[in-house]
C-alpha cells in the first residue's frame, strides 16, 4: 500500500509522513532526500533564491518505487512518478496563506520562493496535477491546525472518507496578507 503526502514547501508533508507512519506502522520515503542521497536527477539548476534545484529523473524514480514492497508514505512536493495502480490514497496538504508565509520564512527561504509556492496554493496548480494523474484517490488535508488533528483527518481520508478542498480565494483576509506580503 503506498500513501503520497504531498502540498506546496511549508504545507507540513514530512511531519504528517512521520505521523502517519509511526500510527499505521508504514515506512516513510522522502523523495527530496532520495533524489539527492540517489542522485536520482539529470541537471542541478538554480531556484528563485539562487539554491540548487534537481531537475528529476522521474524514471529512475519510477524504477526505485516499482521494488518497494509494503506499507509506505512517500512524501514530495513531485509524487506524480508513483503508478496511480499502486496507491491507495493522496494526501493534499493546505495550509493558510498566511501560515505557509510563516514557515517558509522560518526555512531560511527567500521572498520570491515563498511568494510564488504561496500562489501555486492559492490557485491549487499542484492540486489540479495530482487530481489530473490519480483522480478521486486525492483528498485533502489541512496543515494549519493542531498535529492531533492533522493526523485524525488524514487517518479518515486513508480509511475512504472524502474530505473538501479549500478554496483560499475565498477567505478575503487570507488574501489580504498574501497581497500585502508579495505584491
Do not use: H
Not at 503526502?5 to 502517519?20: A, D, M, N, Y
Not at 527530496?32 to 536520482?40: D, P, R, S
Not at 528563485?48 to 518497494?68: F, H, I, T
Not at 520564512?105 to 496535477?129: D, F, H, R, T
Request: hydrophobic residues 35%; proline residues 3%; aromatic residues 8%.
Amino acid at each position: 500500500m503506498f500513501i503520497l503526502i504531498s502540498g506546496v514547501p511549508g504545507s507540513g508533508k514530512s511531519t504528517l509522513s512521520r505521523e502517519l507512519a509511526k500510527v499505521l506502522n508504514c515506512k516513510t520515503l522522502d523523495v527530496t532526500k532520495l533524489v539527492k542521497e540517489k542522485k536520482f536527477y539529470v541537471d542541478v539548476d538554480e531556484d528563485e533564491c539562487g539554491k540548487p534545484l534537481y531537475v528529476v529523473d522521474m524514471d529512475k524514480l519510477e524504477e526505485y518505487v516499482k521494488n518497494l514492497k509494503g506499507c509506505w508514505i512517500i512524501e514530495g512536493v513531485v509524487v506524480d512518478f508513483v503508478p496511480p495502480e499502486r496507491v491507495k490514497k493522496v494526501i493534499y496538504l493546505q495550509a493558510k496563506p498566511s501560515v505557509l508565509i510563516r514557515r517558509m520564512e522560518g526555512k531560511g527561504y527567500c521572498k520570491e520562493k515563498i511568494c510564488s509556492n504561496v500562489e501555486a496554493e492559492i490557485v491549487g496548480s499542484y492540486l489540479q496535477m495530482l487530481r489530473g494523474y490519480y483522480g478521486d484517490k486525492v483528498v485533502c488535508v489541512r496543515s494549519d491546525v493542531s498535529l492531533e488533528e492533522e493526523v485524525k483527518q488524514a487517518l479518515k481520508a486513508v480509511e475512504c472518507e472524502r474530505l473538501p478542498c479549500y478554496e483560499w480565494t475565498s477567505e478575503l483576509e487570507e488574501m489580504k496578507n498574501y497581497a500585502s506580503y508579495c505584491l
